[in-house]
């Protein structure tokens, strides 16, 4: 059974620092692209960042480019997202996606889902 | 970058209708589409991908059409568990973008 399981979330003040995890099982994680897409309090579904199966490749919203890193670490079956001078417009539940399919292109579109993790900035 | 816009943005439907969500893009995607369903305080849960095809597990009364800029997400009889949020989404160029959903209730 695929599970992805974020973390990390919590309370920072405007241009804090965090990093979220999202720990994966039930599948072979190296194989498949990951994205992380975030949802604002009330508000639709906003993609963040992916990154390829091997880690190389990284593509990044112009929302949040320049302040994000998407990362991962193959060894651990872990994805991460190190967010940096955080906005209140940042205020969003984090969910880690899984990419549908091995093959490219990438990312193209998710099949499994985490619960989530709430990232809220403010003083 | 190329933006998505789901038609209607709310849709007020009665169990066994027949319903009908559009998605429009920007500019030309081929079949690069999905559609997600979103219940309250759930994640995502995907419905279609390459624009007609149905992921497994996801009952038959959904289907999807559509390539180029005009997409449709089709659910032939509305089931009571069917009252959700759905969201189209593309690819294009390793970008992704969702349109802005369609909340369909009773």
């Known amino acids: 059974e695929v599970q992805l399981l974020e973390s990390g979330g919590g309370l920072v003040q405007p241009g804090g620092s965090l990093r979220l995890s999202c720990a994966a099982s039930g599948f072979t994680f190296s194989s498949y692209a990951m994205s992380w897409v975030r949802q604002a309090p009330g508000k639709g579904l906003e993609w963040v960042s992916a990154?390829?199966?091997?880690?190389?490749?990284?593509y990044y919203a112009d929302s949040v480019k320049g302040r994000f890193t998407i990362s991962r670490d193959n060894s651990k079956n872990t994805l991460y997202l190190q967010v940096n001078s955080l906005r209140a417009e940042d205020t969003a539940i984090y969910y880690c996606?899984?990419?549908?399919?091995?093959?490219?292109?990438?990312?193209?579109?998710?099949?499994?889902w985490g619960q989530g993790t709430l990232l809220t900035v403010s003083s | 970058d190329i933006q998505l816009t789901q038609s209607p943005s709310f849709l007020s439907a009665s169990v066994g209708d027949r319903v009908t969500i559009t998605c429009r893009a920007s500019?030309?995607?081929?079949?690069?589409l999905a559609w997600y369903q979103q219940k309250p305080e759930k994640a995502p849960k995907l419905l279609i991908y390459a624009a007609s095809t149905l992921q497994s597990g996801v009952p038959s009364r959904f289907s999807g059409s559509g390539s180029g800029t005009e997409f449709t997400l089709t659910i032939s009889s509305l089931q009571p568990e069917d009252f959700a949020t759905y969201y189209c989404q593309q690819l294009n160029s390793h970008l992704i973008t969702f349109g802005q959903g369609t909340r369909l209730e009773i």
């Open positions: 500019q030309g995607i081929n079949t690069y």
């Open positions: 990154i390829s199966d091997s880690g190389v490749a990284t």
């Open positions: 996606a899984k990419d549908g399919d091995p093959r490219p292109p990438s990312p193209y579109y998710f099949d499994y």
